[in-house]
């Protein structure tokens, strides 16, 4: 039996076609490079990110050939979200890569388009397709040695989930493998929390990790010159997003339309703390579940967001109680959206959401600088765009992660007005906004006079 070789491709490619050709057909194959480090990884899991055009699913499916080949136990499940696009995707490649290897003699499958996509080895080893459509699915994965997922990034962390706890067989040393490019992978997905955050949920903690980033630049099956061409295409011909796609970076959220034009992540998010000498201003809004308040503090020309409360499924006198616990030793001053004070705003016994506060907190009338009316969307703009223009802004990226978003993502429509997005996503309530809307309208509306 031809044992698989692999062999750099670097040195592969030193062959004259012939020879190419019967290499491969004596079990000797070329990889790329970059993936060598990883041929005989032992860890759980792998992941294998980057840019387009790297090669990293070749990679893998041969990997995975020879695992089978060598003849111990052998189950793969491999899979993409959707199972419609299995098909065209990783079952394609594993059958053109069997058959560009001379390796057809040894499996059995079928390409028709009704098969079943079981590709079954003569030593009794399988590769078995799965989608993720319904999680609940996922749960029939049946003693896997290996779990190969294309496109891990439209995956649920969910799924995920599911898909690990199935790699738990006492037959063979079992592994999961995850391939995603890295463009669509955005600041909040969960693989960025799970694996490239200091945040990993304690129940994947303990999981041994290897992390390969690959890029087009490393195939060296491709003309890169007219590859770079194709990427120029797949971004529009524009530039960011060309050389986002290009150089394997992570995917950035595009709001062509922002709310809030002059924030700028790398200028105005740092961690702050409560400094005793400055008043702690709060911020209310009051018409979202969860009820919000901004906790910030400023000084002239400085601003520090402290934190913003949500409390989901909670009213104004457990918010309070939060303030108070946090907060309640410092000098408070009170704002925020001024239908806070309105009839309609009433919450029991004749009492308004601001005398609640007032009554709460046990604050004196010159604390509580609640608005008459709130300035119109357009006026409130120009000031919010002023003040992350002129003043020295510090918001805290841990405790204020609900206002960060809203900064980045907050959109005008053509009409002035704000886009609405999802009311039952806390992040997409653009509650967050408000609040540090109304605590500038309150403290800061004079730098108007001076842009």
């Not at 439209?154 to 706890?165: A, E, N, P, W």
């Not at 703390?273 to 009051?286: G, Q, R």
């Not at 029991?348 to 009554?359: E, G, Q, T």
Request: aromatic share 12%.
């Amino acid at each position: 039996m031809r044992l698989p070789n692999p062999v750099k491709a670097s040195q592969f490619l030193r062959l004259t076609k012939d020879l190419q050709v019967i290499a491969l057909h004596n079990g000797i194959y070329p990889v790329n490079d970059v993936f060598f480090p990883v041929i005989n990884d032992e860890s759980k899991i792998l992941l294998l990110y980057g840019g387009y055009g790297s090669g990293k699913s070749v990679f893998e499916v041969d990997k995975l050939i020879d695992e089978c080949l060598a003849g111990d136990y052998f189950r793969c499940f491999y899979g993409r979200k959707v199972m419609d696009t299995v098909r065209i995707s990783v079952f394609l490649t594993l059958t053109d890569r069997i058959t560009e290897r001379g390796l057809e003699s040894r499996f059995t499958y079928s390409k028709a388009e009704n098969s079943s996509m079981i590709i079954r080895c003569d030593n009794g080893g399988s590769f078995n397709p799965f989608g993720a459509d319904n999680s609940d699915k996922l749960k029939s994965v049946k003693d896997p040695s290996h779990i190969l997922c294309e496109e891990l990034d439209q995956f649920t962390l969910k799924d995920f989930g599911v898909l690990i706890s199935r790699l738990r067989t006492p037959k063979v040393k079992s592994k999961f493998i995850g391939l995603f490019n890295t463009t669509t992978v955005k600041k909040d997905h969960w693989i960025k929390t799970v694996f490239f955050s200091d945040k990993t949920p304690m129940e994947f903690s303990e999981y041994s990790v290897t992390k390969l980033f690959c890029n087009y630049t490393d195939n060296f099956f491709l003309n890169k010159k007219e590859y770079e061409q194709t990427l120029w295409i797949s971004a529009g011909f524009n530039k960011q997003k060309f050389q986002e796609i290009s150089q394997g970076l992570w995917g950035v959220e595009e709001n062509e339309q922002p709310f809030v034009y002059t924030y700028d992540e790398k200028k105005h998010v740092a961690a702050t703390t409560v400094n005793p000498n400055w008043e702690v201003k709060l911020s209310f809004d009051f018409n979202v579940d969860p009820i919000s308040c901004y906790v910030g503090q400023d000084n002239g020309n400085t601003i520090r967001g402290i934190e913003m409360i949500k409390l989901p499924n909670s009213n104004i006198y457990d918010l309070c109680d939060v303030i108070k616990a946090k907060y309640g030793k410092y000098l408070l001053l009170v704002t925020g959206d001024a239908t806070g004070r309105a009839r309609s705003a009433l919450v029991k016994d004749n009492l308004n959401y601001f005398k609640i506060i007032k009554a709460q907190l046990s604050l004196g009338d010159r604390q509580m600088r609640q608005p008459v009316s709130n300035p119109t969307l357009e006026e409130n703009r120009v000031l919010v765009n002023a003040a992350f223009h002129w003043l020295d802004i510090q918001i805290d990226p841990d405790n204020c992660q609900g206002l960060i978003f809203d900064l980045e993502n907050v959109k005008v429509l053509a009409d002035g007005s704000i886009e609405k997005q999802d009311r039952n996503d806390p992040k997409k309530q653009q509650d967050a906004l408000a609040c540090f809307r109304y605590y500038l309208n309150t403290f800061f509306k004079h730098i108007l006079k001076f842009t």
